[in-house]
Nanobody
Framework: QVQLVESGGGLVQPGGSLRLSCSAS????????MDWYRQAPGKQREYVAA???????NYADSVKGRFTISRDNAKRTVYLHMNSLKVEDTAVYYC????????WGRGTQVTVSS
C-alpha cells in the first residue's frame, strides 16, 4: 500500500518562494510518474505539474516559468519548487502517483498573502 505525505506548505508573501515535498512509502516509487495538483477554495482541483519516471517534466501554463518539479528516487520524494508566488497560487497542494489505481496525498496548504 502506497502512502504519500506532502509537506512544506505555509504562509508566504507575494513574490516569495516555497518548496513542497511529497514523500512516498510502500510500493515502488521510481517507475511511476508523479504529479502535483492544487485546489483553491470553491474551485475544482487543477493540474499543476508532472514529472515522468525518466525525469521529463510538464507544467500548467499558469505556473510555467515560476514552478519547478523534480524528484529524488533514492529519497522516494518529489518536490515542487515555487517561486514568484502570487495570491492566486493560494490552494491546498496535492501530490499524485500515476498508477492504476492512482494514489493521492492528503495535501498541504499554501497561502500567499501580504
Amino acid at each position: 500500500q502506497v502512502q504519500l505525505v506532502e509537506s512544506g506548505g505555509g504562509l508566504v508573501q507575494p513574490g516569495g518562494s516555497l518548496r513542497l515535498s511529497c514523500s512516498a512509502s510502500g510500493g515502488v516509487f521510481s517507475i511511476y510518474g508523479m504529479d502535483w495538483y492544487r485546489q483553491a477554495p470553491g474551485k475544482q482541483r487543477e493540474y499543476v505539474a508532472a514529472i515522468s519516471s525518466g525525469g521529463s517534466t510538464n507544467y500548467a501554463d499558469s505556473v510555467k516559468g515560476r514552478f519547478t518539479i523534480s524528484r529524488d528516487n533514492a529519497k522516494r520524494t518529489v518536490y515542487l519548487h515555487m517561486n514568484s508566488l502570487k495570491v492566486e497560487d493560494t490552494a491546498v497542494y496535492y501530490c499524485k502517483m500515476d498508477r492504476i489505481p492512482a494514489y493521492w496525498g492528503r495535501g498541504t496548504q499554501v497561502t500567499v498573502s501580504s
